[in-house]
């Protein structure tokens, strides 16, 4: 099974920015076409999907984090990260992180936990 570890996460006023970085237990990107991704849920809202990366190098990112979030990949480390800029009180969330698309793990990792403070 593969394991995911969320980290970087924590407190930050808005416009700040923070790194968050997702380590995994094994290889990620199996192929070309494998898609990592970031996602977030806030209390009470459904979980929604921030940034995707392909091991190819395509990316895509939800609209009101586009120019603020930046999605990146070290394949040797299995490790992707998302670097966030410009943070706003609305990205407050839990992060998660997982495969988009086609084979998600069956497990998610705890998260990390991002608040953006007023």
């Known amino acids: 099974q593969v394991q995911v570890v969320e980290s970087g996460g924590g407190l930050v006023q808005a416009g700040g920015s923070l790194r968050l970085s997702c380590a995994a237990s094994?290889?990620?990107?199996?192929?070309?076409?494998?898609?990592m991704g970031w996602f977030r849920q806030a209390p009470g809202k459904q979980r929604e999907l921030v940034a995707s990366?392909?091991?190819?190098?395509?990316?895509y990112y939800l609209d009101s984090v586009k120019g603020r979030f930046t999605i990146s990949r070290d394949i040797a480390k299995n490790t992707i990260y998302l670097q966030m800029i410009n943070l706003k009180p609305e990205d407050t969330a839990v992060y998660y992180c997982?495969?988009?698309?086609?084979?998600?793990?069956?497990?998610w990792g705890q998260g990390t936990q991002v608040t953006v403070s007023s």
């Open positions: 990366i392909s091991r190819g190098g395509t990316t």
């Open positions: 094994e290889n990620i990107f199996t192929d070309n076409e494998m898609v």
């Open positions: 997982n495969r988009v698309g086609r084979a998600p793990f069956d497990y």
